[in-house]
């Protein structure tokens, strides 16, 4: 059965390859977050470090990447794998140590056409394994995005709603909060210049014996009192704003009406610069269903779908049987353009999409030898 | 197991003061090998045994249905199950060894005064410095829970088994999560507590481990520990008061009263009114009164309630 979906995989072409299964634990860490952490196979090193298993193959694949692109490897490449990974389970039934049957490719030009040849690999390989049936829960992480930053809104707002998307309810607990009392020091800072600020803030530490330790600067106190201090937060967000906000986060729908909900929604709230999303959103639409209409039936797509998946950036999906339990996915994938930029520090910067199969999820069907 | 196992601190204020509790509900330890043993007796309470182990011990062994009951810290018992309050019940607050678990930042971020505030200033950071601000601590579990509550996810978290407080100065992490009572050694390090980043108020309880083997006899020696409990009698202990403000000391001196962590204080039970209306003039209201009980108000002694929830 593996066999056949790395056959599937093999149309993508590139290299199989298999890489390091121990990370340092800071790595996944400092990527994802603490929420992670519980799901992560941690043991001290000899040395006293955390080291992790490799809880995925796209994390160390993309460090690979990194290297080779920081001496001189460009253009476009995909890293074919058949290869173990390691979770801590939640689920009773789910293995700790299971095989992902995928891919990760590096450099194509980002879009839904190499979005939608991912996705139909996926569904390929799954229908090569057996799979007659299932639904795909589809998103684009980077609707959200587009509509918050058509709002016209401070950047510290609209970096903080980026943020809090991310966040289960974390939303909602933005645009719940009323504009507090600034307090006496703040309200003095209304319209001063960052200079000024910057003495104002050092007199009043001085006056009050306050010194600044630990590796946090003092230029970053007074960037963050005066946004506040200017309304630059949450203040700056209007109720028209807040509705539309409430709307667009609710959206979850049959697929194929996702762009008619979602430019509706624009039209209503009269938002103009989404429309290179829902194009990208409408043609990977169309290019699925021409070429792996499979699994679409009753595939839904969802604005927050996706969002916890901490380092993908753009078009997520997830393969679930029909009526299962939706938390194990037997086949997922998806758009990272900005993680090996990040995992460079800027130095490396490549598209990156990828997929995978998880042969022990797959539903054990009366059609499978 | 058939005898009611009970564990409770083998050592310092927290032993003197379980054995107090059990001496007042008119049972007297006895330390099998003298002072030093590690198992003991309750007398008058045949048919339990009594092991004496660390705070963190208990609350553990609770967890993993090692024993029946035992006297622990609420912040261990949550830091150290996945599922707080699925495993154990507290049964009865003891009314000492109170500890609040807080949000701690050097008071030179001024700019940081609530949750909100540090997560701006994490996501900020983390462009600035290329990494996540740390987090020091030794509750790992309950900081990831409450940040996640709070919508905070710029962070990490960074073990810290001792002198948490001082990891800001030398740059092990770049803010805490600790235990405190009065705030002092908080205090004399340059950190300030979060408006709301009191996580949890702690004290010592008498909890009960729901899925240990439970035999008979261990209920019945149960049922005769908490008619006891219950039939204590009232006076020594003091009424909780949380107060909007932090009372400075020289008022909780002046009131008579006593610290009991970040907003809390605590004051005798005849005074309560009195000490209420005070504080509110001085502007520490609206002052609440917590349950003193997870029991109250159910109408149920105490060994019912808890056999209900086995």
Same mark, same amino acid.
């Given at each position: 059965m593996t066999g056949d979906i790395e056959a599937v995989f093999a149309r993508l072409g590139g290299e199989l390859v298999d890489p390091d299964?121990?990370?340092?634990?800071?790595l996944p860490l400092e990527l994802s977050g603490e929420a992670i952490r519980s799901r992560l196979c941690v043991f001290t090193d000899n040395h006293n470090r955390d080291v992790a298993l490799r809880p995925d193959l796209t994390l160390p694949l993309a460090l690979e990447e990194v290297k080779a692109r920081r001496v001189g490897r460009t253009g476009a490449c995909t890293a074919r794998y058949s290869a173990r990974a390691f979770r801590l389970p939640v689920?009773?039934?789910?293995?700790?140590e299971f095989i992902q049957v995928g891919c990760e490719r590096y450099g194509y030009p980002a879009g839904p056409d190499i979005d939608a040849e991912l996705y139909t690999a996926v569904v390929d390989a799954s229908r090569a394994a057996g799979i007659a049936n299932a639904t795909s829960l589809l998103g684009d992480l980077a609707v959200f995005d587009a509509f918050v930053g058509a709002l016209g809104l401070s950047n510290p707002a609209t970096q903080m709603l980026r943020r809090a998307f991310r966040e289960d309810g974390g939303v909602e607990a933005v645009l719940e909060v009323q504009a507090g009392e600034k307090g006496d020091f703040v309200s003095g800072l209304v319209g001063v210049s960052s200079e000024d600020a910057e003495a104002c803030v050092r007199e009043m530490m001085a006056a009050a014996g306050i010194q600044l330790v630990g590796t946090r600067t003092i230029d970053e106190v007074i960037t963050r009192l005066v946004e506040k201090a200017n309304n630059q937060d949450i203040e700056s967000i209007s109720n028209e704003s807040k509705r539309m906000l409430r709307e667009l986060m609710d959206v979850s729908v049959p697929y194929e009406t996702a762009v008619d909900v979602l430019a509706s929604l624009a039209q209503k709230y009269a938002i103009g610069s989404v429309d290179r999303a829902l194009e990208n959103l409408s043609r990977r639409n169309d290019l699925m269903r021409q070429n792996a209409p499979a699994f679409l039936d009753t595939a839904e797509f969802a604005v927050t779908f996706g969002r916890r998946f901490t380092y993908y950036d753009g078009f997520v999906f997830e393969l679930i049987e029909h009526a299962a339990d939706p938390s194990r996915p037997f086949g997922a994938g998806g758009r990272y353009d900005r993680l090996l930029a990040s995992l460079s520090g800027g130095a490396v910067d490549a598209t990156a999409i990828g997929g995978v199969v998880r042969p022990d999820r797959l539903p054990l069907s009366g059609n499978l030898s | 197991m058939t005898d009611l196992t009970i564990a409770i601190p083998s050592k310092g204020r927290l032993k003197e003061k379980s054995e107090a509790f059990f001496s007042s509900c008119g049972f007297s330890l006895q330390q099998e090998g003298g002072d030093r043993g590690y198992t003991a007796r309750l007398h008058g309470l045949p048919g339990a045994t009594v092991m004496l182990l660390s705070a963190r011990e208990i609350a553990q062994g609770l967890i993993d249905e090692a024993f029946h009951v035992g006297i622990t810290g609420e912040d261990l018992l949550h830091d150290l199950s996945?599922?707080? =309050?699925e495993e154990t019940r507290v049964i009865r607050r003891l009314g000492f060894g109170h500890a609040d678990v807080i949000v701690a930042v050097p008071n030179g971020w001024v700019d940081v005064s609530t949750m909100a505030d540090l997560e701006a200033a994490g996501a900020l950071f983390r462009e600035r410095h290329g990494r996540r601000m740390k987090v020091a601590t030794k509750y790992m579990r309950i900081t990831r829970r409450f940040f996640a509550s709070r919508s905070v996810g710029e962070y990490r978290l960074v073990y810290s088994a001792g002198a948490t407080e001082a990891a800001p100065a030398s740059g092990a992490a770049e803010l805490i999560v600790d235990i405190t009572t009065t705030g002092a050694t908080l205090f004399a390090n340059g950190l300030k507590i979060l408006d709301? =980043?009191?996580m949890l108020r702690s004290q010592a309880s008498l909890c009960g481990s729901r899925f240990a083997d439970w035999s008979d006899e261990a209920l019945a020696a149960l049922k005769t520990l908490l008619s006891a409990v219950e039939a204590r009698p009232p006076g020594s202990e003091g009424v909780l008061l949380h107060t909007t403000r932090q009372v400075p000391q020289a008022l909780i001196d002046q009131l008579d009263l006593k610290h009991r962590g970040f907003k809390a204080v605590e004051c005798s039970a005849q005074d309560v009114l009195n000490c209420v209306q005070m504080l509110t003039e001085r502007g520490y209201g609206p002052v609440h009164q917590p349950p003193s009980d997870t029991n109250s108000g159910t109408g149920k002694s105490l060994f019912e309630n808890f056999v209900a929830e086995m």
């Open positions: 299964i121990v990370m340092p634990a800071a689920h009773k039934d789910d293995p700790a | 996945e599922k707080p =309050g709301d =980043g009191v």
